[in-house]
């Protein structure tokens, strides 16, 4: 390599190494400020300038706004040393900044919500509004998406898409009567388990109602007619209100929702002296509340 370029390439490098000095000086504090006893910049005779002295170096650097140390680099009008959001976008300065407090210089939250009002679509939030949380959007927050805020709402678990009163309250539906299943049909003599016939019955009111997702509350209630020892046809129609409900909750309602009851030979609906009336007293009674499903 010749020494032309052997120099050039030396040239080239402590010029770059004098650059990168001159601008890192440009963005470090001015650490020639003379300070005077208290701490504070030495003035000259000319307005708002400050005595430089190599000598006695301000070391560590202390920024001063009278010096030119200290400035407003993202323009909203709160000098750094007392700005709490000093690099604030143009979109965030957008609705104003606070001018005091502890949140100073930071995007004004007028409803103090926690969502500045450059992004907020509910500014004006009351107190009573904000109580339950906001959503991104800065509006009251509505946790089971029913319409109704959670601030106000008296049900805030109702599930999505059923009908809800002004309280936010899932609307029951009550039947007029129980559903009755023949224990004859459901099943066999002197049996629990249910009968074929008997589940096809039981899938046919479940559709009836909605749906597992649409139950409220599903009663179960056995009964026997007076035939065989009291004690245990009451054992008997308590097995078959719990097989009921067995077999709902293995179609997919849960089972606190579920009560079952036997009460063996009580409430005959017919005579027992009768085939027929005993028949008719041999029975299981349904009662399901529901939800009404709409379209949001």
């Known amino acids: 390599m010749s020494a032309y370029f052997s120099r050039k390439i030396l040239i080239g490098v402590?010029?770059?190494?004098?650059?990168?000095?001159?601008?890192?000086?440009?963005?470090?504090?001015?650490?020639?400020?003379?300070?005077?006893?208290?701490?504070?910049?030495v003035l000259t005779t000319r307005p708002d300038e400050c005595v430089k002295t190599p000598n006695t170096p301000n070391l560590p650097a202390k920024p001063y706004r009278i010096c030119g140390d200290i400035v407003d680099r993202d323009f909203d009008g709160i000098f750094d040393d007392e700005d709490v959001c000093p690099d604030n976008s143009r979109q965030e300065i957008s609705r104003g900044v606070e001018k005091s407090g502890p949140r100073k210089g930071c995007p004004v939250d007028g409803d103090n919500?926690?969502?500045?009002?450059?992004?907020?679509?509910?500014s004006r939030n009351t107190p009573l509004e904000v109580s339950k949380g906001v959503d991104a959007r800065g509006c009251p927050r509505d946790s089971d998406q029913d319409g109704v805020p959670d601030y106000k709402d008296m049900c805030p678990g109702t599930p999505f898409g059923i009908e809800i009163n002004v309280d936010g309250c899932a609307v029951i539906i009550q039947p007029k009567a129980p559903t009755v299943l023949s224990g004859d049909v459901a099943f066999a003599f002197n049996k629990a388990d249910l009968s074929e016939p008997g589940q096809q019955a039981l899938q046919e009111l479940l559709h009836n109602a909605g749906g597992a997702d649409l139950i409220n509350s599903l009663t179960v209630v056995g009964y026997t007619d007076s035939?065989?020892?009291?004690?245990?046809?009451?054992?008997?129609?308590?097995?078959?209100?719990?097989?009921?409900g067995n077999y709902f909750v293995s179609q997919g309602v849960s089972s606190s929702k579920i009560s079952e009851e036997g009460m063996g030979e009580e409430n005959p609906i017919a005579p027992n002296n009768t085939k027929d009336g005993r028949r008719a007293n041999r029975r299981v009674e349904i009662t399901v509340t529901r939800y009404n499903k709409i379209d949001r």
Do not use: M
């Not at 919500?113 to 509910?122: A, K």
């Open 14 to 41: 402590v010029t770059g190494t004098l650059l990168s000095s001159a601008v890192a000086s440009v963005f470090a504090l001015d650490p020639g400020n003379l300070l005077d006893s208290q701490g504070n910049p």
């Open 113 to 122: 919500d926690g969502v500045p009002d450059y992004r907020d679509d509910c």
């Open 227 to 244: 035939t065989g020892p009291e004690e245990y046809n009451l054992k008997l129609s308590q097995k078959r209100a719990t097989s009921v």
